[in-house]
């Protein structure tokens, strides 16, 4: 009875890969926390930018300036310090998302350096580096 040995059983999993594999993971991780937080933070943005629009049109009509939550408190503001204000956060909150999408671009071109090298050593089929949607 002859014996058939299955090369991939063969294959071993070295220091380096397993390195490889772990560094994968990590930004999966850290990608996916990015992604959730560059979510919230173009919502915000978008609210921002809202905001702009509406007190433009509100400013000329009220002249008691506007209360702009700032963390748990109101703050008032007059209708310049307001647009200013709001200004100012959108100017940040664009800097902040524009940021994030460059980590996310790096980090996912790192990822796919990872995938190309350890699925020419393991295969797609011995080793999972998708995922799961």
């Known amino acids: 009875m002859a ?3 299955n090369p991939i059983s063969e294959l071993q999993v070295t220091y380096e890969d397993q ?7 990590s930004h999966n991780s850290k990608l996916e926390e990015i992604k959730d ?3 919230n933070k173009e919502k ?10 509406e007190m433009d049109l509100y400013a000329a009509l009220d002249d008691e300036g506007f209360q702009i939550m700032e ?3 109101f703050v008032h503001f007059t209708a310049e310090e307001a647009l200013d204000w709001v200004t100012k956060k959108k100017e940040e909150l ?3 998302v ?3 999408k460059e980590e996310v671009d790096h980090l996912r071109e790192e990822m ?3 995938k190309t090298e350890l699925y020419a050593k393991f295969g797609r089929n011995n080793i999972n580096l998708e995922a799961d949607d």
């Open 37 to 39: 937080e560059l979510i």
């Open 3 to 5: 014996s058939t040995v």
């Open 94 to 96: 664009s800097r902040e």
């Open 112 to 114: 796919n350096t990872l």
């Open 19 to 25: 390195s490889k594999i772990n560094r994968f993971a």
């Open 98 to 100: 524009s940021s994030m």
């Open 44 to 53: 915000e943005l978008k609210n921002i930018e809202e905001s702009i629009s």
């Open 71 to 73: 963390g748990e408190i």
